[in-house]
Nanobody, 121 residues
Framework: QVQLVEAGGGLVQAGGSLSLSCAAS????????MGWYRQAPGNQRELVAS???????KYADSVKGRFTISRDNARNMVYLQMNSLKPRDTAVYFC???????????????WGQGTQVTVSS
């Protein structure tokens, strides 16, 4: 199996910064795209940012210029640096990854358990 574990959420004042990290572990042969999603109460889960294995990034319009996604392929990790945070960024943040497991030649999508980010006004 494959596990994704997020870290780094918390409470911050508006205008502040937080860094999230996500580590993938298990019987991993290869990881393709990795990303961060978020879900606020009463809302659908939405894409925040994604990055391909080659480093091509994509951002939601609401976070462009404020958030930066990066990854370390050697360590199977993805990061999200969040600056100039706003109360509307409050949500549970989930990482995900497209993974090929050892001896299982098919792409599968895995999710972390989520980490709470709360931005106070």
């Amino acid at each position: 199996q494959v596990q994704l574990v997020e870290a780094g959420g918390g409470l911050v004042q508006a205008g502040g910064s937080l860094s999230l990290s996500c580590a993938a572990s298990g019987r991993i042969f290869s990881i393709g795209a990795m990303g961060w999603y978020r879900q606020a109460p009463g809302n659908q889960r939405e894409l925040v940012a994604s990055v391909t294995r080659g480093g091509i990034t994509k951002y939601a319009d609401s976070v462009k210029g404020r958030f930066t996604i990066s990854r370390d392929n050697a360590r199977n990790m993805v990061y999200l640096q969040m600056n100039s945070l706003k109360p509307r960024d409050t949500a549970v943040y989930f990482c995900n990854a497209d993974v090929v497991r050892i001896a299982h030649p098919a792409w599968e999508t895995y999710w972390g358990q989520g980490t709470q980010v709360t931005v106070s006004s």
